[in-house]
């Protein structure tokens, strides 16, 4: 089961969902230092789109809770994109790692 996923809610209005603990990469983070919530993901998805995807900036609203990240926009295209590298980094623990490696070089706290 892929645990990102986009759906309609309405028409013109998407969601995007990645439920906490669900991932291949959970006990890496905790091996880092984090708590695998939702509040870990949304420190992901910005330094996504800081590093990799600046272009998402601005087209997605991020409303993460303990245990799910979400994302709420109107545009498909965008949550679609954000599911592509969040589904990327559940599952490679190389990615993670060096993501939250940049994370500390950078100064960037995650508020998990």
């Known amino acids: 089961m892929d645990p990102v996923?986009?759906?309609q809610t309405e028409p013109g209005e998407y969601f995007l969902s990645l439920e906490?603990?669900?991932?291949?990469v959970?006990?890496?983070i905790s091996e880092l230092g984090h708590e695998p919530?939702?509040?870990?993901w949304e420190g992901v998805v910005?330094?996504?789109?800081?590093?990799?995807?600046?272009?998402?900036?601005?087209?997605?609203?991020s409303d993460p809770e303990g245990?799910?990240?979400f994302a709420t926009s109107n545009d498909r295209q965008a949550l679609d994109d954000l599911a592509v590298l969040l589904?990327?980094?559940?599952?490679?623990?190389?990615?993670?790692?060096?993501?939250v490696?940049?994370?500390?070089a950078t100064g960037f706290e995650f508020d998990d």
């Open 87 to 99: 589904t990327a980094v559940a599952a490679d623990r190389d990615r993670l790692r060096r993501l």
């Open 37 to 40: 919530n939702g509040y870990f």
């Open 101 to 104: 490696e940049h994370a500390r």
């Open 5 to 7: 996923e986009v759906a």
């Open 67 to 69: 245990g799910a990240f």
């Open 26 to 28: 959970d006990d890496l």
């Open 46 to 61: 910005e330094l996504l789109v800081a590093t990799d995807a600046p272009g998402l900036d601005g087209r997605f609203v």
């Open 20 to 24: 906490a603990g669900t991932t291949d």
